[in-house]
C-alpha cells in the first residue's frame, strides 16, 4: 500500500512539474541507488523538491528540499542526479527541478570557505597627511622630483640613502643630462657598472658634486647623514663648494642665509628621512623662485632659522615655533623677552621675531 501510495504520489509530482514532456525511463530500468555516472559539481534547487532514496519514482521519500538549497552531485543515472546535502543526507533528485549554482557548498561541521579578501587600493601618497612636511612632499610629487612607492604610500620617516638622494638631486637640477652615457662605467670602487645608481654616481662625480670618501669608495647604500646630504644638495642646485672647519661649516652658513634647512633639523650626523629631504629641496627651490613664493611657503615660520649655532647646540627649532619663542644665536627668548643687544639698542621677541629698539640719539 505505502509502494502504491508513493507510486501514486510520484506520478502526481512528475506530471504537474512536466516530466511527461520528455521520455521516462521507469523504475525497472534505472532504479538503484548506484549511479551510472559520476560526477562532481553543485546544484541549487529551482523549486521545493523530493530528495528520493532510488533514482526512479518508484523510490522512498527521503526529506523535501527547500527552494534554493544548495547540494553537491556524486553522480548521474538518466536525467537523475545523485547528491549530499549540507547535512549530510544523500539521495536522488529529478535534474528539472536543480540548476547549476556558483553558491558555496557548506557541510555541516565544516568550515565555512573564507570570503575572498577585498582588494584594497589606496590613493597616492596617503601616508603624508597632516605630516609636518606634507606641502614640501606633494610638491616634490607634484613636480615629478620624487615619486611614492607602488602601494601608494611615500614614507616620510624612512631614511634615504646616498644613491637614493644623489638620484633624486640630478634628476630635478640637470633634468636634460644623458645620464644613461654614464652607466658603463665604475666611477668609484663600490659602484660597479650598470648599476641603477651608476649614471647618477658617474655623473655627480663628473660635475663635480661628489667626491667620495678617501678610500675610494662611495658607499650609495648607506643612508646619508644630514651634513653630506646638505652638500650634495646645495652643489647639485648651483652653490660652489667651498670646505671649511669642520668641513661642512661653510654649507651650513650657506643654507642657513637662505633659510633653507628643515627646522626639525637639531644634528649635523642625524640621518635625513625622506620627508626632510623633500622639505630641503622645497625650500630651495621656491627660494630660487622668488622672495615672495619663498615667504609665501614658510608663512608663519619666515623668522625662524636653522643655524650652524642652533644645531650645535642640539636646539629643536620646529617644536619653538608653536611658542613663539626666539634664538639669538643658540638662546632661546621666551615670546615677550628682550635682552640688549649693544648699549644702545634692546630687542624684544615678538611670537618669532626680533624687535630692535635705537636707545641712544
Given at each position: 500500500?505505502?509502494?502504491?501510495?508513493?507510486?501514486?504520489?510520484?506520478?502526481?509530482?512528475?506530471?504537474?512539474?512536466?516530466?511527461?514532456?520528455?521520455?521516462?525511463?521507469?523504475?525497472?530500468?534505472?532504479?538503484?541507488?548506484?549511479?551510472?555516472?559520476?560526477?562532481?559539481?553543485?546544484?541549487?534547487?529551482?523549486?521545493?523538491?523530493?530528495?528520493?532514496?532510488?533514482?526512479?519514482?518508484?523510490?522512498?521519500?527521503?526529506?523535501?528540499?527547500?527552494?534554493?538549497?544548495?547540494?553537491?552531485?556524486?553522480?548521474?543515472?538518466?536525467?537523475?542526479?545523485?547528491?549530499?546535502?549540507?547535512?549530510?543526507?544523500?539521495?536522488?533528485?529529478?535534474?528539472?527541478?536543480?540548476?547549476?549554482?556558483?553558491?558555496?557548498?557548506?557541510?555541516?561541521?565544516?568550515?565555512?570557505?573564507?570570503?575572498?579578501?577585498?582588494?584594497?587600493?589606496?590613493?597616492?601618497?596617503?601616508?603624508?597627511?597632516?605630516?609636518?612636511?606634507?606641502?614640501?612632499?606633494?610638491?616634490?610629487?607634484?613636480?615629478?622630483?620624487?615619486q611614492g612607492y607602488e602601494d601608494g604610500s611615500y614614507k616620510p620617516e624612512q631614511k634615504i640613502n646616498r644613491a637614493e638622494l644623489l638620484k633624486i638631486i640630478v634628476e630635478a637640477a640637470y633634468d636634460e643630462a644623458d645620464f644613461e652615457g654614464y652607466a658603463g662605467q665604475s666611477c668609484f670602487s663600490d659602484v660597479p657598472a650598470n648599476e641603477w645608481y651608476t649614471p647618477y654616481v658617474c655623473f655627480a662625480k663628473d660635475e663635480g658634486i661628489v667626491e667620495g670618501y678617501e678610500d675610494g669608495t662611495f658607499r650609495p647604500a648607506q643612508e646619508i647623514i644630514f651634513v653630506e646630504a646638505l652638500k650634495i644638495t646645495t652643489v647639485g642646485f648651483g652653490n660652489e663648494y667651498t670646505k671649511g672647519t669642520p668641513w661642512y661649516k661653510d654649507t651650513v652658513d650657506y643654507a642657513a642665509d637662505m633659510n633653507v634647512i628643515p627646522l626639525d633639523i637639531d644634528s649635523f650626523s642625524e640621518k635625513l628621512t625622506r620627508g626632510q629631504m623633500a622639505e630641503l629641496i622645497t625650500r630651495i627651490l621656491k627660494y630660487q623662485e622668488s622672495e615672495t613664493a619663498f615667504e609665501d611657503y614658510v608663512a608663519d615660520s619666515m623668522y625662524y632659522v636653522v643655524t650652524f649655532d642652533t644645531i650645535d647646540a642640539g636646539l629643536d627649532v620646529a617644536s619653538l615655533v608653536e611658542t613663539g619663542a626666539c634664538i639669538s644665536g643658540s638662546t632661546v627668548y621666551d615670546d615677550g623677552e628682550s635682552y640688549d643687544q649693544d648699549e644702545c639698542t634692546v630687542c624684544t621677541c615678538d611670537n618669532g621675531n626680533w624687535l630692535c629698539t635705537g636707545l641712544c640719539m
Open positions: 500500500m505505502k509502494k502504491l501510495l508513493m507510486l501514486m504520489v510520484s506520478f502526481t509530482v512528475i506530471a504537474s512539474s512536466g516530466f511527461f514532456g520528455k521520455s521516462v525511463v521507469l523504475a525497472t530500468d534505472v532504479c538503484s541507488d548506484t549511479p551510472q555516472e559520476s560526477a562532481d559539481f553543485y546544484v541549487e534547487t529551482s523549486q521545493a523538491s523530493w530528495l528520493m532514496s532510488q533514482s526512479c519514482v518508484d523510490s522512498d521519500v527521503i526529506v523535501t528540499m527547500p527552494q534554493g538549497s544548495v547540494m553537491h552531485v556524486i553522480g548521474k543515472t538518466e536525467g537523475w542526479h545523485k547528491l549530499v546535502t549540507e547535512d549530510g543526507q544523500t539521495g536522488w533528485m529529478w535534474e528539472d527541478f536543480v540548476t547549476s549554482t556558483s553558491k558555496t557548498f557548506n557541510p555541516v561541521g565544516s568550515e565555512p570557505e573564507p570570503e575572498p579578501e577585498p582588494e584594497v587600493t589606496y590613493d597616492p601618497m596617503y601616508d603624508i597627511y597632516d605630516h609636518k612636511y606634507e606641502d614640501a612632499m606633494w610638491y616634490v610629487y607634484d613636480n615629478g622630483i620624487v
